[in-house]
């Protein structure tokens, strides 16, 4: 019988599911992935033999499959018809809102990461208590167990100079800064090495022209590397980088979770419909979480985001406590373990 059984939906659920199926793995479980058709077939099949795992195409084989437990990062049809375990992970932490109903109606388990969703979620769905874990962030594991040898390939790959400061801008896709930003923020930051990670949406949606507009200008610095879509996982770049710019993206709190400084964009181009309804934006955006925005400088403006960036690359010590106090809330305990603390919990675990 196969143990687990984890269904990727999007490239970007890998980093959160393979340091668990890893674990299972060294334990001399059978594990097999079951990857979508849907979207992003091609890159997400070069993943999958990248990591030499075991996988089936389509959603239907979650169906025709038994095994222990399912692994999800987000919500199907007719999930109540699988026969296993059914456990659900958020692909991100942060401030857009996710469907936390539906997650713990149709799941037997829904692991969490810190306090802040843990603490929400019991007070909301109380009658749901018994099914909410708080365990931590498992993408995290990937980075705080990774080698020196892993880091020297990534510096030598993107050709960083070592006597520079590494500089990661990785927004989200909407709502973004990115078509706010100014052409000449390669030019602005030329003491710096820069690495932008935009989010694969960015880049294979044509809806998102402008910023793929930008992408390109950027990439013509000598200084400035422009990750492609086969960039899938941000975890390479949390460790290269010394000082990080995000807008709404999770990425804020994984990167501060390994004590490094972020600032925060928070001038954002909106969709028209926003402007003219500004209640859709509450809709998509978690407001509770406005206090965590303290963990780090917020821009109002691109001239203020450069003028932070290099403050906060000579100063990084400057939210430091706040950094370790919110961190914590948002993505838990950072140790490195989590993926060996979910198969711990799973194997005491009887439905």
Known sequence: MIDAIFYVAYPYYFPHFLPISKEFTNRGKKVKYVLTTKQNTQLIKEIAEDEN??????????????AKYFFFANIIDDMTKIKGIRIFLDH??????????SALEF??????????????????????????????????????NETQNEKNIYISKYNLDKDKPTLLYAPTFFPASIEKMSDKFP?????FNIIVKPHYMSLSRSRYKGQQKKFNIWQKSPNCTVCGVEEYSLIPFLSMADVMISDESSAIFEFTALDKPVILNRFLKLRWSYYLNPKKLLKRLDPNIEIYRKIGDNAKNYR????????????????????????????????????????????????
């Open 53 to 66: 795992l075991d996988y089936l195409w389509g959603e239907e084989k979650l169906f025709e499959i038994e």
């Open 92 to 101: 991100g932490v942060g401030t857009k809102q996710c469907d936390y109903k």
């Open 107 to 144: 799941n037997d388990i829904v692991f969490v990461e810190g306090d802040y969703r843990f603490d929400f979620l019991n007070i909301d769905f109380p009658h749901f208590k018994n099914k909410i874990i708080k365990i931590g962030f498992s993408k995290l594991d990937l980075v705080l």
């Open 187 to 191: 030019d602005d930051f030329k003491e």
């Open 304 to 351: 203020e985001m450069v003028t932070m960036v290099k403050e906060n690359s000579k100063n990084p010590d400057k939210f430091k406590k706040i950094r370790a106090e919110y961190s914590k809330a948002i993505c838990g305990e950072v140790d490195g373990k989590v993926s060996q603390k979910m198969v711990d919990f799973l194997e005491l675990y009887e439905k």
